[in-house]
């Protein structure tokens, strides 16, 4: 990614065009069995659906697609809470449903009702299986109560959906339990490895001084196109508990700078001196001892660099600073021993996401979602055009997939509904399938543009979304009911159905209830900084359990927005205008301190469990006040960080400088007083990390003066 706004700068449109696309479909490690799992579980599920006459198939093959690439580690328990969901919202469907039949108004304003309930899971829930078959079985049911039939027809065709659900549902967990017996043991771990390694790799080279392996830079920068969204988002929709997931995820935005950085390295022609030689080595041979430590589940020593640093290749300093900062994120994290939690430990399972209904971007974002899929409803209704109806499931299914539209995702969603609809799906009606009359030809197909669709899926963010929308046309077309679809028209109405989706959730989100990405990313960066002021501050409250919750609504919302900000800084890249150099290049320097302010949530993390004195973490007197003054004074200096980026006077420096000095003073008074005891242990942990705390601060102070 920091060679992608290099190659959109000095390139040509058309030949960045095709090296994106080469690198972004080129394969990487576990792609393949990846796609593997995806084709066998949706091909099953198609064979399943056609051979017993099971119509809504298309439901449960756009489950595996949804479901497949977020985790290969399946369970049971998660099988059976997909299973009491679907139970669940379709009894929500036919018993809400009976209040409402016969009465118009009242059948509209429940339709309206449950669409913001399936937005608004989709942000809030933490399992991402559970608001993906909520919103699908929401999207596709509340339809049919508006046809003119029978009730019992659409009670009828409700159970047919919830069947096609569980089938779906059931087939994916069984593939995936399988594979999990045959894959790596973890997902985060293996991937971050072996970025470590690339990079290990490279700055051996340089050390020896030769030239680097072509092959070699291009695994580098394939590791640098695709991101680290894919782990971000493992992590987020993992049920570890908040504390292993907060820390890997400071481990893998360092991890993921570090390609960055070793991928403009190999865009720079350099000349390392002797004492640069020596520099490359010692960072490889620390890289590869994070590695190993990495590998075998323990946690990675502090790194020493030395303070002067001779030399002159470019980002070498702010790897070797990046580098450091791993094993501080673990060093105060408090998970101890062998930080990866075994596959018999005891997992802790939330439904939603931890202060919900404290944040309003979740409901904000459910009255976006609703008001593109309410207005589609409307249009299809008024038009009396009931074909189109697909157009509120692709809103939900286009939400699934991102919270937060931009450009380029349209655009690649409007060109995969055309491809998958019209050119594979109403080609296939045209050219192949009347030649076939066997469903081992069908399937054959199926297969092929399957695989194409899931190829595309395990790309970046930057291109999944046109694979998903492959996909979703093509199924539309084929597998919503148990026969083979011969009218041209029926094609038609589906592929509109999604184009028109597509509209409105470009219009609501994007141009009625939308902000360029660089405003977004410069907009949520500060809020953060903010945020994290007001974490430092805390507890307000003097009951702990209300100051506990109030920390975790924090701690939750501080997460979010860092995943945010690198997603924002992606969109960055594809958007053009005036203003289009000034936000890559602040893209650039916010993307240098995303690393540093993550580590610093991470000790603040473990900082406020001393102010809440948790059993374990007091403090003497003395240096409780110390360090209430030191939070104060360092929630002062980054509100003033941030009022710098809005146009104002960051805070004094030195008034922070003397509280850490009188915070250390009376840690060592404290120490002194207490001899040998068990307090002087408490507090040598403690002073590392408020000074850890004090340096990042003051580094980000420094680094913001230009703005």
Request: with cysteine; hydrophobic share 50%; glycine share 6%.
């Amino acid at each position: 990614m920091a060679t992608a706004q290099a190659l959109l700068g000095r390139e040509r449109p058309s030949r960045w065009f095709l090296e994106f696309l080469k690198q972004e479909l080129a394969p990487y490690p576990g792609r393949a069995a990846t796609v593997a799992r995806m084709v066998i579980a949706t091909a099953l599920v198609m064979l399943i659906c056609v051979t017993y006459r099971i119509p809504f198939a298309f439901q449960g093959a756009i489950f595996v697609l949804l479901i497949s690439r977020e985790s290969i580690q399946a369970t049971l328990k998660t099988a059976a809470i997909i299973f009491v969901v679907t139970a669940i919202t379709t009894g929500y469907l036919l018993i809400s449903a009976w209040f409402v039949a016969g009465v118009p108004l009242a059948r509209f304003l429940w339709i309206v009702v449950s669409l913001f309930l399936a937005f608004y899971a989709i942000s809030a829930l933490t399992n991402y299986l559970t608001a993906a078959i909520f919103a699908v079985v929401i999207a596709v049911g509340t339809p049919l109560w508006d046809r003119h039939v029978p009730a019992e027809t659409n009670v009828e065709d409700t159970l047919w959906l919830c069947l096609a659900a569980m089938i779906g549902a059931a087939t994916t967990a069984a593939v995936e339990l399988a594979f999990a017996k045959l894959g790596p043991e973890d997902q985060v771990i293996l991937p971050l490895t072996e970025r470590l390694s690339a990079v290990g790799n490279l700055l051996t080279c340089y050390a020896e001084g030769c030239p680097a392996d072509s092959a070699l830079e291009q695994r580098i920068l394939r590791f640098d196109i695709l991101g680290i969204s894919r782990l971000r988002r493992l992590l987020r929709r993992s049920d570890r508990s908040s504390q292993y997931r907060e820390t890997m995820a400071g481990v893998t935005v360092l991890v993921g700078r570090i390609v960055d950085l070793a991928a403009a390295l190999t865009q720079v022609d350099i000349e390392p001196s002797e004492a640069d030689r020596k520099r490359f080595r010692n960072l490889s041979l620390a890289l590869a001892r994070i590695r190993e430590e990495l590998k075998d589940r323990r946690i990675p020593a502090p790194l020493q660099i030395p303070d002067e640093r001779s030399g002159d290749v470019p980002l070498l300093g702010e790897m070797e600073d990046t580098a450091v900062l791993i094993p501080q994120v673990f060093a105060h994290s408090g998970l101890g021993g062998e930080y990866l939690p075994s596959s018999e430990e005891k997992r802790r399972f939330g439904p939603a996401v931890k202060g919900a209904l404290l944040d309003p971007e979740h409901s904000r974002f459910a009255l976006k979602g609703c008001l593109a899929a309410s207005a589609c409803y409307v249009i299809y209704n008024a038009l009396d055009w009931p074909g189109i109806s697909t157009s509120v499931m692709t809103c939900l299914l286009t939400a699934l997939s991102t919270v937060g539209a931009s450009r380029q995702k349209q655009i690649l969603r409007l060109a995969g509904a055309i491809v998958g609809g019209f050119v594979i799906g109403m080609g296939a009606q045209i050219f192949i399938l009347p030649h076939f009359d066997a469903i081992t030809a069908f399937l054959v197909l199926f297969v092929a543009v399957t695989a194409l669709a899931s190829w595309f899926l395990t790309s970046s963010p930057r291109l999944s979304y046109f694979g998903l929308q492959v996909a979703l046309a093509f199924y539309l077309i084929n597998l919503q009911e148990f026969r083979r679809v011969t009218s041209l028209s029926i094609a038609r109405d589906r592929v509109v159905g999604v184009l028109l989706g597509l509209f409105m959730m470009w219009l609501v989100f994007d141009q009625l209830w939308g902000k360029r990405a660089g405003i977004e990313m410069k907009r949520s960066f500060i809020a953060n900084l903010r945020l994290l002021a007001q974490f430092a501050r805390e507890p307000l409250s003097r009951d702990q359990k209300v100051a506990i919750e109030r920390s975790f609504a924090l701690r939750e919302s501080i997460n979010s927005n860092l995943d945010l900000v690198r997603a924002l800084a992606d969109g960055v890249l594809f958007e053009f205008g005036p203003t289009r150099q000034q936000d890559l290049a602040l893209r650039e320097r916010i993307r240098e301190w995303q690393p540093q302010l993550r580590t610093l949530f991470l000790m603040r993390t473990a900082l406020i469990k001393y102010r809440l004195r948790l059993p374990g973490f007091e403090l003497p007197e003395p240096v409780e006040r110390a360090q209430q003054d030191f939070d104060e004074q360092a929630a002062q200096m980054l509100d003033g960080i941030a009022g710098r980026f809005e146009g104002g006077v960051s805070a004094a420096r030195d008034n922070f400088a003397v509280s850490f000095e009188r915070l250390e003073q009376a840690v060592r008074t404290a120490e002194h007083e207490a001899g040998e005891s068990a307090v002087v242990a408490h507090l040598r942990t403690f002073l590392p990390l408020c000074r850890t705390v004090a340096g990042l601060i003051l580094s980000l102070d420094t680094g913001v003066v230009g703005v």
